[in-house]
């Protein structure tokens, strides 16, 4: 079953904000902007450098263990995350771009900087309303997980990219895991006891690895309603990408390889049981220690770069693709998507 896209997109795409210090326990900031403002990362970067890994190696992915005991160690991971690791940002600096890329494997279409018109619809699978676009028959299949501010324009725009644009097709869906009641903006700035206190009944509401736990059997779901599609890989922005972690590190991971843009909450010891290919494209807001000691931690195929020069949120709900720089570099970052998911997938 579709529906009209218009439907699920937010009512506004504004925000003025001005974080105060919230009660669950993140170190906050001042800006103006008109997108979300909100900060997952750890800590604001105080540099610039953009690095970037590939290795070759790939070792078996673990078949063995328990999900539940997983999933409870994961959430209190999470729980102590949350409350010392919402980040600051800052202005965006003017660096160039220190990484370019191969242009073969993608041809991207011009990136469209407002009212975007979504390619896919929405279905209903494996009990979530889930935004589904890409070509039929094709055997390659990518579970995107948005950010807290659900379905945006520029991740929608950025899941039509990867369906259609690379060498290789995928059918690309991203689940409604917050059932239609995604971060409102309206919470922002949390200046107030009410707004801090929605805020963090949001997070206490829908941590990750609760939803990781949930990832293997809709992917399940997915294959049972899509059975051409052979090989999975997962990409998640900001809160996804803990999700991501999460449930690439579990040993009843489904996917062949996964992908981390600007990830919140970025901690070393996830990369530990990550045994599959995975790419973390880094902004300048996340801790470069962490993700330093993340990618020393992974020990199958990686790429980790930071694009030094963007916040957190450039692929996603808080890209303004109204600045050239952000659009080239968002354009740049789903490139890089691309190239990872045509080596590995």
């Known amino acids: 079953m579709s529906v009209p896209l218009s439907k699920h997109l937010p009512k506004s795409r504004t925000a003025a904000v001005t974080i105060a210090a919230s009660s669950i326990g993140a170190n906050q900031y001042s800006t103006t902007s008109s997108r979300p403002q909100l900060c997952l990362s750890t800590q604001l970067s105080n540099t610039t450098a953009a690095t970037s890994t590939t290795t070759n190696t790939y070792p078996a992915r673990t078949s063995s263990g328990s999900r539940s005991i997983i999933a409870t160690q994961a959430n209190s991971n999470f729980h102590r995350l949350l409350t010392t690791n919402l980040g600051n940002t800052a202005r965006m600096s003017t660096m160039p771009a220190q990484h370019g890329h191969s242009e073969a494997c993608c ?35 990518l579970v995107t997980i948005y950010d807290i501010f659900g379905y945006y324009p520029q991740t929608l725009q950025g899941a039509d990219i990867i369906a259609s644009s690379g060498a290789a097709k995928y059918k690309v869906f991203i689940p ?28 206490q509401k829908y941590p990750p690895p609760s939803v990781a736990g949930e990832v293997p059997g809709y992917v399940k779901a997915l294959s049972e309603k899509y059975p051409e599609i052979k090989e999975w890989a997962i990409l998640g922005f900001c809160w996804g990408g803990k999700v991501v972690s999460i449930a690439t590190s579990s040993p009843e991971n489904p996917f062949k390889a996964g992908v981390e843009a600007h990830p919140a909450m970025v901690d070393p010891k996830d990369a530990e049981g990550i045994k599959i290919p995975l790419a973390l494209l880094a902004s300048k807001d996340e801790n470069p220690d962490d993700v330093k000691k993340f990618e020393a ?15 957190h949120g450039w692929m996603a ?25 045509s080596e590995h997938l």
């Not at 990136?111 to 589904?132: F, N, P």
Request: aromatic fraction near 14%; glycine fraction near 14%; avoid cysteine.
């Open 107 to 141: 041809n991207i279409p011009p990136i469209v900087s407002q009212g975007y018109d979504a390619k896919g619809s929405y279905e209903e699978l494996g009990g979530y309303k889930t935004y589904v676009t890409g070509p039929s028959g094709t055997t390659k299949g």
């Open 176 to 203: 409604d895991w917050f059932k239609g009641d995604p971060a409102d903006l309206e919470w922002f700035p949390p200046n107030t006891e009410e707004k801090q206190k929605k805020l963090g009944g949001f997070f």
């Open 297 to 311: 931690n992974l020990t199958g195929p990686k790429h980790v770069e930071t694009f030094g020069d963007q916040i």
């Open 317 to 341: 709900a808080r890209s303004d693709l109204e600045d050239e720089r952000v659009k080239s570099e968002y354009k740049r970052g789903y490139e890089t998507v691309l190239g990872f998911l």
